[in-house]
């Protein structure tokens, strides 16, 4: 039996489980890592999230992020872990500037802390870099499209217009009408058969949105590995770019997420996409690792 100190955190109800790879001594094994997030994950009979995170070293910049899903699959990149990712490192007083660089799976990504009176991490705004709307780069793979806007599929008994976009992991959005109730829709059902279709050879995460006005929109995410989230962090900046190609939103705009409300925005001088919001501690242990 192992003995390992954590601490859960959550970005509005996206919830992980987050280990200090190096205090922890975790061996840099994939299939251990793996099985380890498949275990302390479990609602029922460990810590319970929608993964784990690990603070690990990085050549590149002052820490490394790796995330492994519910099911133990690794993903490049998670925006609400990344946001309770500086404020963990910096609470903990691991680092003490409030801009820093993480390197993630999908690269080097700038952080910016926002702190209350007692120099405690309040927001975080993360860069996410710029979107890439190019078929190969998630992959999706459709005879005759580098680009997938407005591609329509069929899905059981419906037929939708995906939109495919990465934000250094994959997206595919999908926009409902006025006349949809998308928190009574079937997600489960519809999200994870698109998820698992096979023009996605490394499956998606897939968003159905529903617009609100210029500056809002609603959104419920299926993310690859983990099922229905309270919270995607990437999909609201897939969301966010995505809107902006088809004319819905101009420089900023407000995702609205069962577990709260994301501050979209876009850097005018390089066009990256900028995101804000809350992170949060909910509590620390010792998980005992059989």
Not at 91 to 101: A, C, L, Q, V
Not at 182 to 196: S, V
Not at 243 to 270: C, H, N, W
Request: net charge negative; charged share 25%; aromatic share 10%.
């Amino acid at each position: 039996m192992r003995k390992i100190k954590f601490t859960k955190m959550q970005g509005i109800g996206n919830d992980y489980v987050y280990v200090d790879a190096v205090a922890e001594n975790l061996p840099d094994d994939t299939e251990y890592l793996a099985e380890l997030s498949r275990k302390i994950s479990d609602r029922h009979f460990g810590v319970g999230g929608d993964g784990m995170i690990l603070i690990a070293k990085s050549d590149l910049a002052p820490f490394r992020m790796r995330i492994f899903n519910l099911d133990g699959s690794e993903a490049q990149m998670c925006g609400n872990g990344l946001r309770c990712f500086a404020k963990y490192v910096f609470d903990k007083g691991m680092i003490d500037t409030s801009e820093f660089s993480v390197e993630t799976g999908a690269g080097l990504l700038g952080v910016s802390l926002y702190l209350d009176e007692n120099d405690k991490v309040l927001e975080v705004q993360i860069n996410m870099g710029k979107p890439d709307f190019s078929a190969s780069s998630l992959p999706v793979k459709i005879d005759g499209l580098d680009t997938v806007i407005n591609h329509k599929i069929q899905v059981f008994d419906r037929e939708f217009a995906i939109n495919c976009v990465s934000i250094g992991n994959p997206h595919c959005i999908v926009y409902l009408d006025e006349s949809e109730d998308l928190k009574a829709f079937d997600l489960t059902k519809y999200g994870k058969a698109i998820q698992e279709l096979s023009i996605f050879p490394e499956k998606t995460n897939v968003e159905f949105v529903k617009i609100m006005s210029e500056t809002e929109v609603f959104q419920r995410t299926w993310e690859r590995g983990s099922g229905e989230t309270l919270a995607c962090g990437t999909g609201a900046s897939a969301v966010f770019a995505m809107s902006r190609k088809l004319g819905y939103f101009k420089d900023s705009a407000t995702i609205q997420l069962l577990g709260g409300d994301l501050k979209m925005s876009v850097s005018p001088e390089t066009g990256e996409i900028l995101k804000k919001g809350t992170a949060e501690f909910v509590f620390t242990g010792t998980y005992f690792y059989h």
